[in-house]
């Protein structure tokens, strides 16, 4: 028989915190706005994953309870200034798409139309540090791509991430 201990969630958390130290410890750079002028605050928590007796779980939910994308900050903050009017976290900008992406949302419009329902979309809310009061819009999403997503953080676009925790955590 095989050793699936390799394959074990606590393996994995295990193997992620030194890749999570390794990549906070690489992207020092500090993001130039100050966090009151933040729209919405990513911040990393570890979540219990709810696996059902099917193996059913949420891709999302594993992803953001294991991966720390605070670093994303950092790697976009050449494209920021501290002037300026307020502004929507990248990070949690990131996590969305991640969320959207892992999730299979066939369109952006059914992700946001589903970010705005109030009990639907609390987790993706809730992973990307987003208040109720302040849900991004369609525009925002589009702002966002094309200032940020497309240029800057091209090295760590949801595809590439998936592809990358793919080819780790599940062909081993």
């Not at 729209?39 to 099917?54: A, C, E, H, M, V």
Request: glycine share 4%; hydrophobic share 35%; charged share 25%.
């Amino acid at each position: 028989m095989k050793n699936l201990t390799p394959f074990s969630l606590k393996e994995i958390q295990r193997k992620l915190n030194s890749i999570n130290v390794q990549i906070n410890l690489e992207h020092k750079e500090t993001f130039p706005k100050e966090r009151s002028r933040l729209l919405s605050f990513y911040q990393y928590k570890r979540r219990f994953i709810d696996i059902s007796p099917q193996g059913y779980f949420s891709f999302s939910k594993l992803a953001t309870s294991l991966i720390d994308f605070s670093f994303v900050r950092s790697e976009v903050s050449s494209s920021y200034s501290k002037e300026g009017g307020h502004c929507f976290d990248p990070a949690s900008f990131f996590v969305l798409h991640l969320c959207r992406y892992l999730d299979e949302f066939k369109s952006e419009k059914s992700f946001i139309s589903l970010l705005h329902d109030k009990d639907q979309g609390r987790c993706y809310r809730v992973y990307a540090g987003i208040s109720s009061n302040r849900i991004p819009c369609e525009a925002d999403f589009s702002n966002f791509k094309k200032g940020i997503f497309v240029t800057s953080v091209s090295g760590v676009h949801p595809s590439y991430l998936l592809a990358r925790f793919e080819k780790v955590f599940v062909r081993g």
